[in-house]
């Protein structure tokens, strides 16, 4: 029984190079080399890195025998799976191989290099932190035009990068630690840069959900009628009963004198509150008015 060609055992191309090529992003270089890669691994690189088919006696020398044609339909198809929508329509073309198709992507990606390069580069320079919400996002952008920059054969290297990196924490709360990465002999690494900067985010970010946390703890504290959020809590009936008495005692007679006459409906002893709260809203139990008569006869029974 013949033995079965590795190629033909790929079920998932995607299992294999997770990348997705567009030619907005710059993931070419990276897309370049998992490819050359899984090719070798599969023992097709023949198909993307030569014109031409292998001559026929030669193919039959080998083992498993299977066609040239299948398997460079296998590489095409690998390429196809990998690309963009986008990108796909612009390099399809019917009965081309899979080296055609594979040249006809690099083209995309390295036309026009001189202008491609003076245009990226300006993108590199003018890009700051301030503009991304945090620094990973930063420093991915950076990665990715330092990929593009080498996809037009007009690389960066890793000291300039980490130098740009620098330049665009300038007038930020990271300017300070910028200026010590700089300052470090030698360089750091763009990989290095980028794990203190974000270190540091992560460092900043839990400092300040403490310091909400203690400022809310803080003012639960210092005013016990409200919580946390700033509500106003419920306040116990003998906590203000006396203030609230004295008050009550004071204009009881004149209120009710005041109300003969209105509604009751509208007004209640002359407040606009109903009974037990006041105009802030804390409750109070209404307390039992009790008269000077029933004092007096009270007092007469006792002795």
């Known amino acids: 029984m013949a033995a079965i060609h590795p190629a033909l055992t790929v079920n998932n191309i995607r ?17 370049v080399e998992l490819f050359i890669i899984h090719c070798t691994v599969f023992e097709v690189l023949d198909h993307i890195t030569s014109s031409a088919a292998p001559d026929k ?15 460079d339909a296998v590489v095409k198809k690998w390429i196809y799976g990998t690309i ?7 390099v399809i073309k019917p009965k081309a191989t899979a080296k055609e198709t594979w040249d006809a ?3 995309l990606f390295q036309d026009n290099q001189a202008s491609r390069a003076i245009a990226l580069k300006t993108r590199l320079t003018n890009t700051k932190l301030e503009s ?9 952008e950076l990665k990715v035009l330092s990929d593009q920059l080498a996809n037009v054969e007009a690389p960066i290297s890793d000291a300039d990068l980490v130098l740009q990196l620098v330049t665009g924490l300038t007038n930020t709360e990271y300017d300070a630690i910028g200026m010590f990465i700089s300052q470090t002999v030698p360089l750091p690494t763009f990989s290095q840069a980028r794990s203190r900067l974000t270190q540091e985010e992560t460092r900043r970010a839990g400092y300040t959900s403490n310091s909400i946390a203690g400022t809310a703890l803080l003012t639960a504290l210092n005013n016990p009628h409200r919580d946390a959020s700033g509500r106003r809590s419920y306040v116990p009936a003998n906590e203000n009963r006396g203030s609230h008495d004295s008050s009550q005692r004071g204009r009881g007679r004149g209120a009710r004198r005041r109300g003969r006459g209105r509604s009751r409906g509208r007004s209640y002893y002359g407040q606009t509150n109903p009974p037990g709260q006041s105009a802030q809203g804390t409750y109070f139990p209404p307390q039992p008015i009790v008269h000077s008569s029933t004092l007096t006869q009270t007092h007469n029974l006792v002795y």
């Not at 299992?15 to 897309?31: A, H, K, M, R, V």
């Not at 006696?57 to 398997?71: A, F, G």
């Not at 991304?132 to 991915?140: G, M």
Request: aromatic residues 12%.
């Open 132 to 140: 991304f919400p945090n620094i990973s996002a930063y420093c991915q």
């Open 105 to 107: 992507i690099a083209h």
């Open 84 to 90: 963009s929508p986008n990108l796909l329509m612009n």
């Open 57 to 71: 006696e030669k193919e039959n020398d080998k083992t498993p025998l299977v066609s040239w044609d299948r398997l």
């Open 15 to 31: 299992n294999f190079i997770p990348l997705t090529l567009d030619l907005e992003t710059g993931q070419y270089t990276s897309w």
